[in-house]
Structures are given as structure tokens and as C-alpha cells.
């Protein structure tokens, strides 16, 4: 029995069960083998033939016509469709014009010797076929109807599959230990978006927490070394497109680690959990700081699976005579950049070009140029006129412009420009795609670390407090801590962002290990109360180890993996954008008297109050 | 690299950090090699000796007392106890007099060329020692400090890695897929202890469901076939000792499945993830009716590894001329129990047998007498007149008494005289013990499936009223399935628990998969409103296999395991039996400007009210 420990063997999907094969599992060697087969009805053809489908496929039954099976054919012509069946045959070729290639049982059917209806179905409010159109209500009330398709089949099966590579690599290779941490547990500072739970104390409750942030820091203050945690984590966001209430991270925490640790020991765990059947992936994954990626991109989660890059052509604006260009110059920080869609000329209509200018002036107040390079070498704008021969050159040079090129072109402050063309960047390849060039090959996975964010960010309501960038437990990188004390909104982070295609699948950091300068950063530079993590202040001072760690985002990275539209696709009971169960209808109404124990009431809006008074 | 996936290899505990080596790994192979270690400074002797502590063990340094290494002497020599050092060095045999054969590196020592104090730790409110006292409200206050001692790093690891063996039993070799239910749903019928998460809209609550019961059984219907998950389930019971609000369970579901095919899942899944040091488990688990457990034990979860079983004497009374005996077996279920304390004479004082007495009187209302053989052979009790010789002999050879054991005998209903017998058999178990006897030995494991429960028992307030004696979903045993419509009280139901030396450790059942049966038991049986488990109703009618499942306790069986006293010794986090997180002061007050997204406000108790008015 040794052998089956081997992580490459098949696991026994019969086991235990009353059956002797699935329905996905029976090929040519099995002829001749009597079996016994258990699934869902999937149809049935014209009293002869019937199809009986399980999690592994499909499986064509004869109906036997003989006398002495009457009563088998009158269950198997009459049996509803979905109803639940036990069967017992022999397994046979199939003759061969009706063998079918594209399943994998193709070549078999079993003539059928014993039949029983182990649970008979009503009609279904929708059929469990590749291609039934769905609408999503419909989908979500009947859940598990919905999980029946072979997409959601695979979608979860993939997913625990991959999990279960993930725990092989951590606990197994590299001695991580899984350690369960409390979801019941008490408001983060400045955690406004956690769930509340009321407690049977009159006033107090407990709080869902948002992720095991704090107590994966204090498991390395307790010399657990490595920590791993497949964690469901809880936000309160309202509504929100594609966000779960609820949602799952791959947490992990170690000590006596750098960043070049933890990004090393994440490029080996996705390696080794990544599903076969898709492309490779290859480590070490490109690093790029956020700098970089906003200027070349536009964004702090780059798809490189592109070109497009923003360029900086401010050098060679500064001699060109436009007041507008000028003016922007002139101010700190003020640039102009530009971006070249390939074959735009071809690709993108008068008004797709209108769009993503229009785009450019109502989300960002920016204005945008173009230009075209035309057959004859020369740029057509209307721009074009005010720059000479020599400096259409130098920007054909720069943005390697070819023919039917068109480069759109933005001039203002630096962060601003550059997020302008990184959206018109997307913006475009989209419209290019939908012409049919594939720029963002939906099979290929382009992992990206995204490094030396800034520590600390203005608040956006008032530009003279600071927030952290990430949080407030994020160390400063080695070569500016000195700078904490002096200028923090130049203090880079060890804050690392782990990206695919696009997506930021993770994001993690060395943290501060050293009471004082987290005390520091809390008291001084962001002005919270310590009282509130005064457990963690007090824990950091008994012998905390350096550590630092990283959480992915399970549900999105499985998504991405398996080219799900939505993240409720790789989640087996997901909740609608509003926050609702639409199969079992949560959150539901709650009586006064249920309240009572938790001392609370419900404080009714004074519309629904009025409402209900008339 | 593949060598390394093979399942007996041992992980690599050094990858991606800054040592070479764990504090418990070095032997007399490594000696001359240069390592770095990172670990806590468990005491300084003499200026001579460090002795450095990590997850894994101690390694004892050579503080260098050379000129060279001056400055390495003076971080060694004034470092305080329990923070945190890298030093590099040289390993050293040690002098063969202070070898320490008692811990695994007591041949070696580190000669040490640098050190280095990576945090510097205050002194803590009590030492890291295998020994040392401390009050389990200091250890929960300051959890992450408890989180070092070897014994807390010893379950934590256990429990790590035997959910890992399940894991790869469940999904690796039998095709189990891992799949996360929501714990944001909807009250269940009847859960008043489920806690409750007020939403954004007003009058709504989610609740965090005790099981994921039905989303388990919407996973059969839905097609998966095999799920299991290492599910976080929430109570809320207010104040009880030794449970927690959260807590974990192996969650099981398989399609397709019959009782037996259950069990031998669950004894392959313990076999299999049982640790290698313990006394192994043997294969199948024994098994007992419900009726049996009751008889023989007075309990439906009997501690199998000791004998002093309850033996029916009633027969033998019957001819026995006592008024209060023959009052007792003329009424319906009257009868007359004993155990046999073996040594009881020896062993038990008379405080002690009084005590069994009083317990009998005063938790049951139930008289008790006891005898004892003498060394001349008769029965010693101020009952023993009324028993002729022969009737001594006879109840000598039915309860098999020897020269100075003691017998208790209870006269009284059938159920209530087998639960006080039950209950003495246990309390003279630890008498016994307090003497030096094992009876039960803390390193063997006796499992015990007990079956054939009653599907319904009458309601505690209401006995004509009928109640599930497990949950609502327990299919009827199928030789009792017509009695379902006319004697509901004498169905037995395919309900399973899985005890473990007296200690529930799982249960499960054969679940109903007809959506009649199931409407009939809800809405007939159990006079509940169906309409709170639509949902459930309506998947059952669309073809739902035959489905069973069960739950194992996560904490209370690694808690037997390593013979913890609490499960709180085998949880990272746990909370205090009132509730409270003691080191994050979990639950916490939240102002009424956090409550107002949800429509809450807190209804203060009248006394509290008053209290603040004064």
C-alpha cells in the first residue's frame, strides 16, 4: 500500500462508494468487465440508448430490449432526466461508426443488466449541458444545480488540487506549520470595513477580521518560525463588483527572512503547486519597483504580457513651440509621456480614438493628443506642425513608430500622466483585441513583483496627515530608516506586490520587529492611539525575531488560472455583489427576542419606520 | 529536486532563512563545520556559556574569551535572557564530561566568531522553562510568550502535520475534494446558539453556522461526490468550560455511501494520520448499539480501555424479599443494577464510598448500596441478610466479585439506574487511580463506534412533543423506515459516533435524500416550518443521491492525542471559558458610530442603565 502514497498516483475514486467505476473512467481494456456504475440521467435516446453523466463524465448505456429485462427498459425509458441511477452491465465496444472520439468513454457503452432509480427528479429549472445559457440569478438561486457543469466541476477540483500542492510545498518541503487563528477577535485600528459580531456582554463584540495580520506577527513572536494558513478572511465593503464578503488568502509568516527570502520561497510554491495542463511558469519573476512600473506603466500592477510602455518625451518637447506643452514644463513634476499602439491606424476607428480621449477628459481631466505615422514617414496631427523634421525623427526613434502606428500623448504632472496612459494603454488593447489580435494571450501567465512602494502616503482627505501606504506594520527599507524620523513621505517600504497578468494576486512585507520604531510610526507618524495594539507593542518588546511574510489572494489567482469572467466562478456558494445568499436568501430578518441575547436592537432608518407606520 | 517530494523526507526547515542550522539539529557529524545560528537566549552561565533556544531544541554556545573576540564577549556576556541572536561559530565536540546525553545536541557545542543581537528583549513575566508555573490567565494574557515553551510548539506541530496526513488520505489517495463553504449564511431552524453578523441592511442578520451541514449536503446534490473540509464552525453557548465559540471540524460528505462505507473511510483516515510515536490504532474500531453503550456503560460514549461494566441483576433479585427492591421492578423498566470495583476495600475509604453515594443521591435522586466479599467468602452489607446463600453465589458469579471489591447496586428505572452506575464506574475509575492503579492508560487509544441511536427522542420541557435526537437530516434506520409514519419513537436512525476513550470525538449519519421523507419529518414529525429549509427541500427534489457524512472534533481529538488537560492547549489563540481573548482583550467595546451601518444600537440591561446614571 506504500506505492499509493506516491504524490504522482491517481487517487481511488471508488473507494467506500457502491460503485465499481465512475462514469469518466471506463476505455477499450475494461470490455468485457462487469461493472457498476451510479450518476445523474443526462438523456435518453429514443428508448435505446441513455446517458448517465457523474463528476467524471459520461457514460452510454444500452437499454436492453430483450424480454427478460422489461422491467430494466420500462425504469430506463421512463426515468426523468437528472433522476439519480444505480446500473449494472458489462462494459462493450461500441460499433464503430458510433464511436466517439471527443469523450474520453468513447469507444464503450454498457449493456445495461440491472437498473434502480436511487432518487427520481422533477423537472429542472435549467438543463446541466456544456452551453446552456444561464442568467446569473438563476445560476446562484440554484447553486447546486449550477455545480453540476463541468466548468464549475473543474474550476473546484483545480482548486483543491492546487491548494493541496500549496500545503505539500509548505508543511512538507519547507517545515511550515499550519496554525488555525481566531476569526472572533477584537476591531483593528482604523478597521472600518470588519464585521461585527455581538457578544453576550451588553456593548461589546467581537469583530471578523479582515486578515490573520496580527496574530501570524505574534506566532513568530512565539517562535513558531514558519506559519502557513489557508485563512478566510472577512470585509465589509458594501457592494461591490467581483469583491466576496468573505474570501480566502494563502497567509504565511517566517522568521529570520529578508524580502529576497519570501519572494524566493512564492516563485517555488506556485511552480510547484501550478496545474500541469496549463503553461509553465518560470522563477525568478521579474521584479520592478513602483516607480518603475508607474512610469512604464501606469499602474503598481503592470501586465507585461504587452509592450505599450509609456514613454518620456518631456527632453524633446522642451524645444518645441507649444504654449500648452510649455506651460505643463514648467511646473514640478510636469512631463509629457506618450504611448505607441501598434497598427492603430488599422485597428482603431475615428471613434474609438474619440473614446479614449474622451475617457482621458472625464476620469482624469486630461487631455490627449494623437498622431499617426503615416506611409510617407511623416507625422499627421495637427500637432505635427510644430515640430521640425528632426524632432519627428527623434519621437519616431523613441516610440519606434512604424507606419499605421498611432501614439497618443499626454502632458502634465508625472503621476497623473502616467496613470492617464496606463488606463488608455488597457483601453486600447482591448479595442485591438476585438479586432482579433491577441495581445493578452489569455494562456500565458506573466508573474511580476512589484517593489520599493513608499512606506507612507498623504491622506487623501487631508494631504497633511499620512496613512500607510499598506500598513502600519510594514518596515522601512534598510537604506531609509533613517529618513523615518526625519522625512517619512520619502521612506521606501519592504512592501512587495506580487502581480499577475495585471492582477495583484498578493502583497505582503518584512515587518518592523523592533518596539520603538513601531511605537514610532504609530504614535508619530500616523497619530494612532498605541493603546489599541498595545498587545502587539508589549509582544514586539519580549523577544520578537525579524520576520516578514506575505498573504495571496486565493479565490483571484485561482480565477485568473482557470480564465473565470468572475471569482464567484472558482467559489462553490459565493454571495451576489450586494452581499446576498441567493439560494438559502442571507442575511435574513432576525425577531427581537433573538436579538435579546446580544443586547442589541435594531435601529430602523426613519423611512422604513414611516413605511411601515402607514 | 523530485527526491524531496517523496512523503518520508524531512523538510527542509532552513530554506530561504538566515541560519544554516535549527538550534536542535546539530551532532557529532557536523563537528567542524561552520554554521549559523538564529534563536532566543534560554541563560548565560559564568560568562562562559550561552545556551541558544529555538522551535527545534538548544544548542549550547563557547563564549569566545579571547582579546580578538572581545567585542562577540561583550554581546554574550551582558545580552538579556530571551532575545533574539544570530551567531555564527564552529561546531566542537564537547568534553566528554559535559556531554548531556539527555537532549539531541548534547555532544556538540558552537564555538562562536560573531554574534549579533537582532532584538533585544525586556524581562518577560515569566521564564520559557519546561517547568515553570504560571497561571492560565498569565499564559493566555501573554499567549505568544506560552507559544515558546516545547510543549505548546509540540501540539501546535502535531496538529499541523497529522491534518496534513488527512489531508493527503482524503484528497490525495481517495479523491476527496477540499471545497470552502461560506460561514456568512442564514440561521438555521432552531440554532439559537449560532452567532449572529449584523449586515448593512437594516433588520438583517447573517448568522455563523454550528456545521457546514448544509452546505455539505448541497455539495452531494450539486455532483462533487466527495467533499471534506478543515471547516471553522461557531457556537455560541455563553460560559461553558472547555469549549470554544470557534472551533474546528474534519468535515466529511460522500455520495453514494453506506454507514459501514463511512467507517472504514474514518478508521484508513485515523490509521493513516495517526502520529508515529504513539501506541498505533488497530483497524476496524469495535462497535456498539446505542442500547448496548447504555447497559453495559450508563453512557452513550463509554471509556472502553477498563472494565467494571453495569451488570442487570434484576432476575436474581426477584426472589429477593426487600420492599424497595420488589417496589422498584414492578413498575415498567424497573430493574437492578451493579458494577464490581475491584479492590474497592483495599482501595476505595469509606469518605470515598460515601461520596459515590452522595453523588448518586444528589445528581440522580437515586439510592445506592454497596457489598463487599469478605475474605471467608460472604457479602459483607446490611443487605446481605436478605440474600440466602445461594443467592450470594449467584451474585458472585454474575458480577465476577473477588475477596475485597466492592459493588454498587442501584435499584431503579432502566435508563436512570445504567446513568448513575455509568457515572460511578467513572468516579471510582479516578478513585482507583489516586491509589496508583492504571485503569485507564493515558497511551492507549480505544475507539468505539456507537450506533442504532433513536432518530427522535421526546423534548425535555415538552416529552410529548418530539425532537431530532442528532439533527433533522438523520436518515431512519432502513429496517425501521415504515415505523417513521406510525411510532416515530421506536425508529432507530443511521446516525454514527466515534468515541475515543470515553470522549465523543465525531458523529455523522446517513443523510435523508428524498425530499418527501424529508418534508415528512420537518413538517409532521417535528412540527417545524419548512419553509425555513425551502431551499434544501428544493434540491432534494432534483436528484439527489444517496448521501452520508460525518464530523470529527479537530481539537478535542489532538487534545487526547497529546493528553492535553484542555483543548485550549492544543488551539495557537484560544479564548478563556468565558469567552474573552485575554491578550487582545476580545470582545471590546464599539461606539454607536461604528454601529450605525448596521442598524444596531445597544439595548442596555436595566441594572447597567442605572449604574450609569449613578
Avoid at 482579433?436 to 494631504?463: M, Q, S
Avoid at 495585471?502 to 523592533?514: A, F, L, M, Q, V
Avoid at 520578537?544 to 471569482?567: M, N, Q, T
Wanted: proline residues 7%; contains cysteine.
Amino acid at each position: 500500500s506504500f506505492a499509493l502514497h506516491s504524490e504522482k498516483s491517481v487517487p481511488d475514486f471508488n473507494s467506500f462508494a457502491a460503485r465499481t467505476n465512475t462514469c469518466g473512467e471506463l476505455r477499450s481494456a475494461h470490455v468485457g468487465q462487469d461493472v457498476t456504475l451510479c450518476g445523474w440521467v443526462q438523456y435518453q435516446r429514443q428508448n435505446l440508448f441513455l446517458v448517465l453523466r457523474d463528476f467524471q463524465g459520461l457514460t452510454q448505456l444500452i437499454i436492453p430490449q430483450d424480454e427478460a429485462h422489461s422491467h430494466v427498459k420500462s425504469i430506463l425509458c421512463s426515468v426523468p432526466m437528472e433522476s439519480v441511477l444505480r446500473v449494472t452491465g458489462t462494459v462493450c465496444f461500441r460499433p464503430p461508426e458510433q464511436k466517439n472520439p471527443r469523450i474520453p468513454t468513447g469507444d464503450i457503452e454498457v449493456k445495461v443488466k440491472t437498473a434502480e432509480i436511487l432518487n427520481s427528479s422533477k423537472k429542472l429549472p435549467f438543463e446541466i449541458k456544456e452551453f446552456t445559457k444561464k442568467s446569473e440569478t438563476l445560476r446562484m438561486q440554484y447553486r447546486y444545480l449550477d455545480l453540476r457543469s463541468s466548468q464549475m466541476q473543474y474550476n473546484l477540483r483545480l482548486r483543491s488540487q492546487m491548494v493541496m500542492r500549496m500545503r505539500e510545498y509548505l508543511c512538507n518541503l519547507h517545515g511550515f506549520v499550519d496554525v488555525e487563528t481566531p476569526t472572533l477577535f477584537k476591531r483593528t485600528p482604523g478597521g472600518a470595513k470588519e464585521f461585527l459580531v455581538p457578544s453576550r456582554e451588553p456593548g461589546k463584540f467581537y469583530s471578523l477580521p479582515q486578515s490573520p495580520q496580527q496574530f501570524k506577527q505574534l506566532l513568530m513572536i512565539g517562535g513558531l518560525d514558519r506559519y502557513f494558513q489557508v485563512a478566510r478572511c472577512y470585509r465589509d465593503e458594501g457592494s461591490k463588483p467581483d469583491r466576496q464578503p468573505e474570501f480566502t488568502q494563502i497567509d504565511i509568516e517566517m522568521s529570520f527572512v529578508d524580502k529576497s527570502g519570501i519572494q524566493r520561497l512564492i516563485e517555488g510554491l506556485l511552480q510547484y503547486s501550478w496545474p500541469e495542463e496549463k503553461s509553465p511558469i518560470t522563477i525568478p519573476f521579474p521584479s520592478m519597483s513602483y516607480a518603475e512600473a508607474l512610469a512604464a506603466y501606469g499602474t503598481d500592477k503592470p501586465d507585461t504580457r504587452f509592450g505599450m510602455k509609456i514613454i518620456d518625451v518631456s527632453d524633446l518637447f522642451r524645444s518645441v513651440d507649444i504654449g500648452l506643452i510649455q506651460n505643463v514644463l514648467r511646473k514640478p513634476q510636469g512631463t509629457v509621456k506618450a504611448i505607441c499602439v501598434p497598427q492603430g491606424m488599422r485597428c482603431l476607428q475615428n471613434k474609438n480614438l474619440e473614446s479614449l480621449k474622451e475617457t482621458a477628459k472625464s476620469r482624469f481631466n486630461q487631455e490627449v493628443l494623437h498622431l499617426v505615422l503615416g506611409p510617407d514617414g511623416s507625422l499627421k496631427s495637427p500637432m505635427s506642425k510644430f515640430l521640425n523634421r528632426e524632432q519627428q525623427s527623434e519621437l519616431i526613434r523613441a516610440l519606434n513608430i512604424q507606419v499605421d502606428d498611432v501614439v497618443l500623448l499626454a502632458a502634465g504632472e508625472h503621476k497623473k500622466a502616467c496613470s492617464v496612459l496606463g488606463n488608455l494603454r488597457l483601453e486600447s488593447a482591448t479595442l485591438l483585441e476585438a479586432t482579433g489580435l491577441v495581445l493578452r494571450d489569455p494562456t500565458a501567465f506573466h508573474f511580476l513583483w512589484v517593489v520599493d512602494f513608499p512606506l507612507f502616503l498623504p491622506k487623501e482627505e487631508k494631504p497633511a496627515e499620512l496613512e500607510s501606504a499598506h500598513h502600519p506594520f510594514t518596515a522601512p527599507h534598510p537604506s531609509d530608516t533613517s529618513l523615518l524620523y526625519s522625512e517619512p513621505t520619502k521612506v521606501r517600504s519592504q512592501h512587495y506586490d506580487l502581480v499577475l497578468n495585471g492582477s495583484e494576486i498578493g502583497g505582503g512585507s518584512i515587518r518592523i520587529h523592533n518596539a520603538q520604531q513601531q511605537r514610532f510610526v504609530l504614535e508619530k507618524v500616523l497619530k494612532e492611539d498605541p493603546e489599541l495594539l498595545s498587545h502587539l507593542l508589549e509582544a514586539l518588546a519580549c523577544g520578537a525575531p525579524p520576520h516578514g511574510g506575505i498573504a495571496l489572494g486565493l479565490d483571484r489567482l485561482i480565477c485568473l488560472i482557470v480564465g473565470a469572467p468572475s471569482i464567484r466562478d472558482v467559489i462553490a456558494f459565493p454571495k451576489s455583489f450586494k452581499g446576498y445568499d441567493l439560494m438559502g436568501s442571507a442575511p435574513d430578518q432576525i425577531g427581537p427576542e433573538e436579538l435579546e441575547p446580544y443586547h442589541i436592537r435594531v435601529a430602523w432608518p426613519v423611512a422604513e419606520v414611516a413605511a411601515k407606520k402607514n
